[in-house]
């Protein structure tokens, strides 16, 4: 094991902090086994509702990312007292002693995560008053926050713009609202819940985002004394209540690494087993893994993902909302489609700015092609706007070696994949990103056989 790694792991950190640069030889397959744990859109989100609780929370299967650090590092700052437990990914959060932050330690900590935006509810509830520094994130998009300010108003919080951010304040308790979301948003979904527990009366949300990890985070409120029920046609219905107590919970696996791997499986073709896997909440994905021509077992512990060993299908995607096909699971995906026989269409109608990543791809070889129509069955909003968000990707194509840097996060996991599915030796910079969502991911590549050398 390359001696960065040990380092690393003796550190007990992902190495992806360490090293910023990869050189990739490609054309090994990709076999072997790796685990997947909590997911990052829920973890982080879990660890914010344990601010509503008036005792502490245990929450388990936390991986170690560092968009899990910066909320630790949020809640740190606001007195949330955050203790390793027993079990390897587990942390309990004692919210007893919560108290304002100043700004500058909130932007200190805040670095690239959109999270802080959803401390609000929480925190107006707690100490009436909250405060939002610019926000980070991914760079596939514009990324509003209009729809959670709009919200929180509607809750009756005060929104105040400054240069250094946002403030809110709460001069009364929150009241219950009729919210309906002009798109099922996840993060505004997550506002509209986080707010309306412990509101005054009822909140009815319509239009909400029904992913599976709002519904894990609905398990964990209602854990703590919630009263929320799911309607059909993404109706949610919240009776506020005046205190919540910590919870204990084992956070929902991480579907995005799980279909990231099984992705890669394909463009290397490899054979992956991803423990901890399951299929309910990857229907979707694994409808469409087989019409490319993967092949894969669901297993009592996991799902199996091989190539399988023939040439693979294109296929028509559009992203959606859930339960459609998410749009993270898109970028890993269009590697695996450069080298299918014939043309892949890939319509992006969640995010209007996701294939900045395809630049790097064209450059190894691949023929893709993106436009500003909607190249699928359905216009979505980004139509009649300046956006490509359409992709056309023939193949196959044989993919050769680049130098080569990292977009965003799934945008350099696909990086990473097409690098070792290439003919030669990639350098593959600002990898540092991809440690933001794939925890200990250098271990697993080594772990698969991948074929790589980091640079300090
Ligand atoms: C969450 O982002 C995830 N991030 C994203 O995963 C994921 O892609 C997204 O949901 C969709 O599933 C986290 O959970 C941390 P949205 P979020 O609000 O909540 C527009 C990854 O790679 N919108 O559902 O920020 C927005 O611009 C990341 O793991 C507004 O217009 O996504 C976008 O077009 C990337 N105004 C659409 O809605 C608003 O106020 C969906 O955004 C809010 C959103």
């Not at 809640?75 to 100043?102: F, N, Q």
């Not at 991914?138 to 729809?147: A, N, Q, V, Y």
């Not at 993919?399 to 965003?408: E, G, K, Q, S, T």
């Amino acid at each position: 094991m390359n001696s960065l790694l040990q380092d690393a792991a003796r550190a007990g950190a992902s190495v992806g902090m360490a090293a910023d640069t990869i050189t990739i030889t490609g054309g090994t397959p990709l076999n072997g086994s790796v685990r997947v744990r909590g997911a990052k859109n829920l973890v982080t989100k879990a660890m914010v509702a344990a601010l509503l609780g008036e005792t502490p929370s245990t929450l388990r299967d936390v991986p170690k990312i560092s968009d899990v650090r910066v909320v630790r590092g949020l809640l740190g700052a606001h007195g949330v007292k955050i203790t390793d437990g027993d079990e390897d990914g587990e942390l309990i959060l004692d919210p007893s002693a919560v108290e304002s932050a100043h700004f500058a330690e909130i932007n200190a900590h805040a670095g690239s995560s959109r999270i802080p935006i959803l401390f609000c509810g929480p925190l107006l509830h707690r100490l009436g008053e909250a405060f939002i520094p610019d926000l980070g994130g991914c760079r596939i998009g514009d990324r509003p926050i209009d729809f959670h300010l709009d919200v929180l108003r509607q809750f009756g919080a005060i929104v105040e713009k400054l240069p250094s951010g946002i403030r809110l304040s709460a001069p009364q308790r929150l009241r219950g609202t009729k919210v309906e979301l002009p798109y099922p948003s996840v993060g505004a979904t997550e506002q509209v819940l986080l707010t309306a527990v412990r509101a005054q009366g009822t909140t009815e949300l319509r239009g909400a985002a029904i992913e599976p990890e709002i519904m894990d985070l609905i398990n964990i409120l209602q854990k703590m004394g919630a009263v929320i029920s799911v309607d059909t046609d993404r109706v949610i219905r919240i009776e506020g209540v005046d205190r919540l107590e910590g919870y204990t919970h084992r956070a929902l696996f991480d579907r995005n690494e799980a279909a990231s791997w099984a992705a890669a499986a394909l463009a290397t073709e490899g054979d992956i087993f991803v423990a901890g896997a399951k299929q309910a909440e990857m229907g979707t994905f694994l409808n469409v893994f087989r019409k490319v021509g993967g092949v894969f077992e669901i297993q009592d512990d996991g799902i199996r993902f091989r190539h399988p060993g023939t040439p693979l299908n294109p296929v028509i995607i559009e992203t959606d909302v859930h339960p459609g096909f998410m749009t993270d699971w898109q970028q890993p995906l269009v590697v695996a489609l450069t080298k299918a026989t014939g043309v892949s269409i890939v319509h992006e109608t969640v995010y209007e700015q996701r294939f900045g990543f395809v630049d790097a791809l064209i450059e190894m070889g691949a023929t893709i092609q993106v436009h500003r129509e909607c190249l699928g069955s359905q216009a979505c909003r980004f139509g009649q706007r300046n956006f490509q968000h359409s992709a056309v990707i023939s193949g196959p194509s044989a993919l050769r070696a680049a130098d080569i840097a990292v977009p965003d996060l799934r945008g350099g996991f696909s990086h990473v994949v097409a690098a070792l599915s290439a003919e030669g030796a990639s350098r593959v910079s600002n990898v540092g990103i991809i440690s933001r969502g794939y925890e200990n991911f250098f271990e697993k590549l080594t772990a698969l056989g991948a074929n790589f050398t980091l640079e300090a």
